[in-house]
């Protein structure tokens, strides 16, 4: 089988929280499927791009989730769809949750699930490729309130995200510095309007950190 039919109907999963959810569609209406997230312009972009693929983009990303709150649902959200690539954003509701003291936020299960997920997926779909996306924060909104204790933990969850990339052999899409760096030429609010969820340019950015780094790793070409 060559390598142009075997890329065909590849299927590519979104998966995260409300930055990865864009309000995206709950029914099959192909205009509003994807939402308005990074997942809209990263779909978008390659299905033009890779047309004769004929890329399938699935975007599951639900509001408010925590790594545990994607474990739960991963059945329904992931494996019955059989991708042949996720995408993972998961994080900054974790950390949120610990920092407003909510009883969901007692035990920090960031790793425990997020290994659980990870071990579950390649055990069912052994054939499937991950892509870990790293979360982030700016100095402004809710962080900017507690910003040492958010930095502390999300730079943390940073290594984490990292550490299981490559236990995993997932291609790792780092994006602190790429929003550290962004602010020199705007400030935090232009690209995270609360330090934590992006505006259409904060989105961009991530997009285009994406396409890059999954671009260099080969992943499509596979």
Same mark, same amino acid.
């Given at each position: !089988? $060559?390598?142009?039919?075997?890329?065909? &109907?590849?299927?590519?999963?979104?998966?995260?929280? $409300?930055?990865?959810?864009?309000?995206?569609?709950?029914?099959?209406?192909?205009?509003?499927?994807?939402?308005?997230?990074?997942?809209?312009?990263?779909?978008?972009?390659?299905?033009?791009?890779?047309?004769?693929?004929?890329?399938?983009?699935? &975007? %599951?990303?639900?509001?408010?989730?925590? /790594?545990?709150?994607?474990?739960?649902?991963?059945?329904?959200?992931?494996?019955?769809?059989?991708?042949?690539?996720?995408?993972?954003?998961?994080?900054?509701?974790?950390?949120? %949750?610990?920092?407003?003291?909510?009883?969901?936020?007692?035990?920090?299960?960031?790793?425990?699930?997020? %290994?659980?997920?990870?071990?579950?997926?390649?055990?069912? !779909?052994?054939?499937?490729?991950?892509?870990?996306?790293?979360?982030?924060?700016?100095?402004?909104?809710?962080?900017?309130?507690?910003?040492?204790?958010?930095?502390?933990?999300?730079?943390?969850?940073?290594?984490?995200?990292?550490?299981?990339?490559?236990?995993?052999?997932?291609?790792?899409?780092?994006?602190?510095?790429?929003?550290?760096?962004?602010?020199?030429?705007?400030?935090?609010?232009?690209?995270?309007?609360?330090?934590?969820?992006?505006?259409?340019?904060?989105?961009?950015? /991530?997009?285009?950190?994406?396409?890059?780094?999954?671009?260099?790793?080969?992943?499509? &070409?596979?």
């Amino acid at each position: !089988m $060559s390598n142009a039919t075997a890329n065909v &109907n590849k299927v590519i999963l979104f998966q995260g929280d $409300s930055i990865t959810d864009g309000n995206r569609g709950r029914d099959n209406d192909p205009n509003h499927i994807l939402g308005h997230s990074y997942a809209y312009i990263i779909g978008g972009k390659l299905g033009n791009e890779l047309a004769d693929k004929h890329l399938k983009f699935y &975007n %599951r990303g639900v509001s408010g989730d925590r /790594i545990s709150d994607l474990y739960a649902r991963w059945n329904e959200d992931a494996i019955s769809i059989q991708p042949n690539i996720i995408s993972i954003l998961i994080g900054v509701n974790d950390i949120w %949750r610990t920092m407003k003291g909510e009883p969901s936020g007692v035990t920090d299960r960031f790793e425990r699930a997020y %290994r659980h997920v990870l071990e579950e997926t390649i055990e069912v !779909m052994p054939q499937t490729k991950l892509i870990l996306v790293e979360p982030f924060i700016l100095r402004t909104g809710a962080p900017a309130e507690q910003w040492e204790e958010w930095e502390k933990c999300i730079t943390h969850y940073q290594n984490i995200v990292r550490e299981l990339a490559q236990q995993f052999h997932a291609v790792h899409v780092p994006l602190q510095n790429a929003f550290n760096e962004a602010t020199q030429r705007a400030d935090a609010a232009y690209w995270l309007w609360d330090g934590v969820h992006p505006t259409a340019a904060g989105h961009d950015l /991530i997009a285009k950190e994406w396409l890059k780094i999954v671009g260099e790793s080969g992943l499509l &070409n596979d």
